[in-house]
């Protein structure tokens, strides 16, 4: 879920709330409500605003909750580096308050304090929904964005749009850079399904032109430095970048770099990586050039969407975009930004069925206006028209409508009810039978181990005295450490491993599992299948095989598996990587052999980390359903 | 048989008169009786155990006793008069006389006193003489008077010498000072420990008093196994889903190709959960051999093309992405499988399903995350299932649980269209915290696999760890779950009721 941090000032200005209101009675609350919200409290150096700005967060952290939003934390830039870096290194840094807020991860249009102050201010019916709209300038006097056919192996999209006479203010200018850092982590994943550059257009000339060339005919002055690099030199000035070498992958092997130019050899950028210098956007700039490139041409028109609804607010027309001209290879034009208003119908009642409301069809037009989904009555008055506006990509489907109607209507209202569903339970056979051997084990003096499916392969093999290809393990192909390597292809590792974490525990130590191991299967429909197993282990100065076989002895009498060859189960000596030679016996039941039984080998007691003799039993229990 | 020490003891209290003053010191009465303190003081708890047939208060002694060295000088005189005594009248060489008895001790002790005297430039060397005619010996005849015990008529100050030259001990007896009770009886008869079986058949329990049991003592512990406490609460789970008529799912797959794990459920190809850091994904077997065919169709189409109302993703969905394999990172992967079984049957019928088995995520550790733990999952597919229906039957399984202040959140689910997180208001944390997370399946993901239009499937889910470590108080996950598990915490654990 990404997280926004705003000023809460800042915030509060741009939501209208003022102090107005009477506190006497609300003071009496604060105490209560600032600890029942759990909020860490802010280091405010201002004192006297304490309560008052208690109230604040509490109110603010109400209106989050009905609206789907979490208030993660308050806290200020000074906290944020204290915690990170130290007292020291925090001295004079700001003590403005912040708030982060968690964004469910497809709200796009709140990823930045305009979307989200907007989402909020018609949420609470303060403002009304503003219109984006596209202005197209007369033929030739657009600009145009051309791609070349170079670019299709590396990064085949692009989509491009102005914003005109801007005025940015520093935290607008900074709101701006944040909400691409916010996309390009989110939606554009990382960059390497977009990448947004954004440029001073006064500085250069269109018609612009998308291409891609060899490392080394690329030759710019990269944001922010002071000389000239080749493409290849770039790549290396950044491999040491803590944010700029995460990216540095997504074209690294590709024999040809895709960059963008204007008509005068300017580069405005290298994506996904750089924007050139030349280009840089100040507070001071007054026309944006905005173009996002490529591998997923949607989501780089969703995010171009979002980019200039969010910041045209600025504009000298506010919310009006300059639309761009991107020519493909094959010579098709297309304009962007797309801002593309949609229309869907849904019925009140699908709508009131779907939640477990009965509201009017007027009421549920109003309640889906008030997010930002411009509804009112068609036809005979059943049928509610929605207009889908460009900034909720989020609406694909009636169901996306039915939550909104849901959240406005505030979830906590809707009458809860028990559903008429009649069923009968079932458990599973297997767990059915896992639950009645756990009781049954315990009763029998064993204690019950959880261990964890996953290990390293020498837990299941090595240690155990076996080859890795042996054990038909499922491998895992991404562990960031040896603990996660393979599932198990057996409990005993487990089971060995919490005796080791529990030497100081008196002897003798008894412990059993009865869970899921995985191996290879070419027979199912994915490769790999669990079994259900159950192992047991007697740890103790003797090795106690004679307690161990009673245990088998016992489960089988719990089993009704008599102890005999035709039709109940038998023991026969056999030999076992990991037993010791002479002390190890496979039991067979069910005409299969299911398992073994035996004392542990002295070097599996080693590579363990154990110190005492240890008898072992291990079988399948499958074949006893 | 001869009488017992407590019956000894009891006798001579008896002959002592009534009166404040009366009573019996436990040093004096071993010393008359002839025993060892320490038996006697056996018997004066075992008389004292039984009640008020004595009493006895607890005395501590100070004693004064002869030290080894202390004994020998008692013996044979202080070595200061020893040495005094050996030395000839015409004297000997310093060297010479300190061989003699009493060696070095008495000679700085015998020239401290002025007894002797040192003839510094006597021919062959310093030489020792007697400076007085006779001496007393004084340190004797003072340990003579201890050993009599009469110590406490010594000066303070030559007991102190003394305790300094380590020949007197300062010893501290406990004692007591025994009284009669007020249920004082000298015919207190031997108590019985235990009833045995003779007493039982012979019936002499009845005359037979025996011995109280000391009931603020533990008892001993049985020798038994014991259930895992997560597990304890699974086991509580299962049982309240199959009280409100859930039905168990097979869930033992922990291997799941990425079809049924996201793109069955209308998670596109691109989503972050199907990045490398956050799933495990497998190197053997890597891909799955077979999909559904006609279904993966469809699939493929509604991810990319949209379709059955819905706009879709609009991307280039792949079929090798899909057939990845991974470890699951839920057990909707099962719940999909489930709504499939379901739709392939002839005619719908409406179902509850319910899992709790193990999910796997390529995450980072710490004290509450894990790289596996358990998913607790809850399914219901009917006809005209409703958001308020949603919130009813999860009223319903939390109360079960213990949980009845609930809230609900909206939420984003990719799967989930609307979705609600379920907060409750945790009485010691004093604050609202998520307790789990649900919503009602989108229909990208139902109508594909050929379920009614009018079907609705609302779910739920929460990790079995975290209500197991606030109901048995544990901070760090590792405490709970894996090998390093403390088995003291297992053997401990009390019993899972949810609802108390």
């Known amino acids: 879920m990404p997280t926004v941090s705003v000023k809460r000032d800042l915030l509060f200005q741009a939501l209208g709330r003022t102090y107005s209101q009477s506190y006497s009675d609300k003071l009496a609350r604060v105490s209560e409500a600032g600890s029942r919200a759990g909020l860490r409290s802010p280091c405010c150096s201002c004192k006297n605003n304490l309560s008052i700005n208690a109230i604040a967060d509490e109110e603010f952290n109400e209106l989050c909750f009905e609206f789907g939003l979490e208030l993660d934390e308050i806290t200020s830039e000074k906290d944020i580096i204290s915690k990170e870096k130290g007292e020291e290194k925090a001295k004079g840094a700001s003590d403005t308050i912040l708030y982060k807020i968690d964004v469910p991860a497809n709200r796009y249009d709140l990823l930045c304090l305009e979307g989200l102050v907007r989402g909020l201010q018609v949420f609470k019916e303060r403002i009304n929904l503003p219109r984006y709209e596209k202005i197209i300038p007369p033929q030739g006097e657009g600009q145009r964005l051309i791609i070349t056919e170079e670019t299709v192996h590396v990064r085949p999209h692009a989509v491009a749009a102005v914003l005109r006479n801007i005025t940015f203010t520093k935290e607008r200018y900074d709101s701006f850079i944040d909400l691409q850092e916010k996309l390009h982590q989110n939606i554009c994943r990382r960059r390497a399904l977009v990448a947004i550059g954004t440029h001073d257009l006064d500085t250069i000339s269109g018609p612009f032109t998308f291409t891609a060339k060899a490392p080394s005919e690329i030759k710019f002055k990269p944001l922010n430095q002071s000389q000239e690099y080749t493409a290849s030199q770039i790549m290396d000035l ?16 590709k024999p040809l770099y895709p960059v963008i130019y204007d008509s005068n050899g300017v580069v405005l950028s290298m994506p996904p990586i750089i924007n050139g210098d030349h280009t840089k956007i100040s507070i001071n700039t007054r026309n944006v050039f905005i173009e996002c490139t490529g591998t997923d041409i949607t989501k780089a028109k969703i995010v171009l969407d979002i980019i200039v609804t969010m910041f045209s607010e600025y504009c000298e027309k506010p919310f009006s975009v300059e639309a761009a001209e991107v020519v493909y290879p094959n010579g098709k034009t297309i304009i962007y930004p797309e801002l593309a208003y949609r229309k869907e119908k849904v019925k009140s009642d699908h709508i009131n069925k779907k939640i477990g409301i009965s509201e009017t069809p007027s009421s549920l037009a109003k309640l889906l206006t008030r997010m930002c989904l411009k509804s009112h009555v068609i036809g005979n008055g059943n049928n509610i028209e929605i207009e889908i506006p460009p900034t909720r990509a989020d609406i694909m489907h009636a169901c996306d409508i039915v939550e909104d109607a849901a959240i406005a209507y505030g979830y906590n209202n809707i009458q809860m009810t028990i559903p008429k569903t009649y069923t009968i339970a079932n458990q599973l056979p297997l767990n059915k039978l896992t639950e009645l051997l756990r009781l049954d084990l315990a009763a029998a003096g064993f204690t019950e181990a959880l261990t964890f499916a996953l290990c390293s392969q020498e837990d299941v093999a090595d240690k155990l005295g076996m080859d890795i290809s042996a054990t038909k393990a499922v491998r895992i192909a ?14 005993l590792p487990g089971l060995l491993k919490t005796i080791a974490a529990n030497r100081k525990m008196p002897l003798p130590l008894k412990l059993f599992e009865i869970s899921d191991i995985v191996v290879k299967d070419p027979n199912t429909d994915v490769g790999a299948r669990n079994y259900r197993h159950f192992c047991a282990v007697y740890y103790n100065k003797s090795p106690g095989f004679e307690i161990i076989h009673g245990l088998l002895d016992r489960v089988m009498q719990l089993l009704e598996v008599p102890p005999n060859e035709e039709n109940g189960y038998t023991i026969k000596a056999t030999e076992g990587s990991a037993f010791f030679p002479g002390r190890c016996a496979e039991i067979f039941a069910k005409g299969q052999s299911v398992g073994k039984l035996g004392v542990l080998h002295p070097d599996v007691i080693t590579k363990f980390e154990l110190t005492m003799p240890c008898s072992a039993l291990e079988i399948n229990i499958e074949p006893f359903l | 048989m001869s009488p017992s020490v407590a019956e000894l003891l009891l006798q001579r209290l008896e002959r002592e008169a009534a009166g404040p003053g009366a009573g019996l010191c436990s040093l004096e009465t071993a010393a008359a009786l002839g025993l060892d303190h320490q038996t006697l003081v056996g018997a004066v708890k075992s008389l004292q155990a039984l009640g008020e047939v004595i009493e006895a208060e607890a005395r501590a002694t100070r004693r004064w006793e002869l030290s080894p060295e202390g004994v020998e000088v008692l013996r044979d005189g202080s070595p200061e008069v020893r040495l005094f005594r050996s030395l000839p009248a015409e004297g000997l060489p310093q060297s010479d006389a300190m061989k003699l008895p009493g060696g070095s001790v008495g000679f700085s002790k015998a020239m401290a006193n002025k007894w002797l005297r040192l003839e510094k430039g006597a021919p062959g060397g310093p030489r020792v003489v007697r400076a007085v005619a006779e001496v007393q010996d004084g340190v004797q005849e003072s340990l003579q008077q201890v050993q009599r015990g009469e110590a406490e008529n010594l000066p303070e100050r030559e007991r102190t010498d003394l305790k300094r030259r380590k020949l007197l001990l300062e010893v501290t007896l406990k004692s007591y000072w025994i009284r009669k009770g007020s249920a004082f009886s000298t015919a207190v008869a031997r108590q019985e420990t235990e009833l045995t079986p003779e007493m039982i058949a012979t019936g002499s329990w009845q005359q037979r008093p025996f011995k109280p049991y000391n009931f603020s003592a533990l008892g001993l512990p049985p020798a038994c196994g014991h259930l895992h406490p997560l597990l304890k609460v ?66 493929k189409k509604v991810h990319s093309q949209g379709g059955y109302g819905s706009q879709g993703y609009k991307y280039e969905w792949r079929l090798e992405e899909a057939r990845r394999n991974l470890l699951r990172t839920h057990t909707t992967s099962t719940s999909a499988r489930m709504l499939y079984q379901l739709a392939r049957q002839e005619k719908f019928s409406p179902v509850k399903y319910f899992s709790i088995d193990r999910v796997f995520r390529n995450e980072s550790l710490d004290a509450t995350h894990l790289a596996e733990f358990h998913q607790v999952e809850g399914v ?32 984003y689910n990719p799967y989930t269209e609307p979705s609600m997180e379920v907060f409750s208001y945790h009485e010691g944390l004093k604050k609202w915290v998520e307790v789990g997370n649900s919503g009602v399946f989108r229909p990208e993901l139902l109508l594909p696999m050929g379920l009614p239009e009018n079907v609705s499937v609302i779910a739920w889910g929460l990790s079995l760890e975290r209500p197991t470590m606030i109901k048995y108080g544990i901070n760090n996950i590792r405490e709970l779950v894996g090998h390093r598990v403390n088995l003291q915490m297992v053997y401990d654990s009390p019993l899972c009721r949810l609802d108390a």
């Not at chain 2, 309240?240 to 209308?266: H, K, Q, R, Y």
């Not at chain 2, 958001?387 to 609930?406: A, D, S, V």
């Open chain 1, 478 to 491: 991404n562990p960031k450490t040896a603990e996660f390597q393979v599932a198990r292809t057996t409990l």
């Open chain 2, 234 to 299: 699974r086991s509580q789970l299962r049982q309240i889903f199959l009280e409100m008529g859930f039905t168990e799912m097979p869930t033992n797959n922990f291997v799941e190709s990425s079809f049924w794990n996201f793109d069955a459920l209308f998670q596109p190809q691109q989503h972050p959960a199907r990045d490398q850091h956050d799933t495990f994904f497998l190197q053997d077997p890597a891909k799955a051999p077979e999909l559904p065919a006609g279904y993966t169709a469809k699939v």
């Open chain 1, 238 to 253: 950044y491999r040491t970048d803590s944010h700029l070498r995460h990216y540095l992958h997504l074209i690294e092997n």
């Open chain 2, 380 to 411: 219901v597919a009917d006809r005209g299932l409703t958001l308020g229906h949603l919130m009813g039957i999860l009223r319903q399984f939390f109360t079960k649980l213990g949980i009845t202040q609930l809230r609900f959140k909206p939420a």
